[in-house]
């Protein structure tokens, strides 16, 4: 599987980003498909998934109430609305996608074999 992720660059505090990921390859209804984020000096966390079948999504406390997950299944796509960005937002954010990722699993690095090549995102104060 390959992921093509697009979308990332410069906002103000406040503003709003919509990260796009587009999967080729082989895939099945049972992908979960998400993001993590890195910033500098620390480590790859995860931000949201969203599991195809049944159309279930998972947050970061951090992101929840402000991001929003979605896509859409028959393109193979998903999209990271990001609304009211805080600085500490700043990072770059990697596509994710995985067959048979448990629920207790949605938000660790080691789920998912399957990475995109990263966008940066960078919120200014």
């Known amino acids: 599987v390959q992921l093509q992720a697009s979308g990332g660059g410069l906002v103000q505090a406040g503003g709003s980003l919509r990260l796009s990921c587009a999967a080729s390859g082989r895939t099945s209804s049972n992908y979960v498909m998400g993001w993590f984020r890195q910033a500098p000096g620390k480590e790859r966390a995860f931000v949201a998934a969203i599991r195809w079948s049944g159309g279930y999504t998972y947050y970061s406390d951090s992101v929840k109430g402000r991001f929003t997950i979605s896509g859409e299944n028959a393109k193979k796509t998903v999209f990271l609305q990001m609304n009211s960005l805080k600085p500490e937002d700043t990072a770059v954010y990697y596509c994710?996608?995985?067959?048979?990722?448990?629920?207790?699993?949605?938000?660790?690095?080691?789920?998912?074999?399957?990475w995109g090549q990263g966008t940066q995102v960078t919120v200014s104060s």
């Open positions: 994710v996608a995985q067959s048979g990722v448990i629920l207790s699993s949605v938000s660790r690095r080691d789920a998912y074999h399957n």
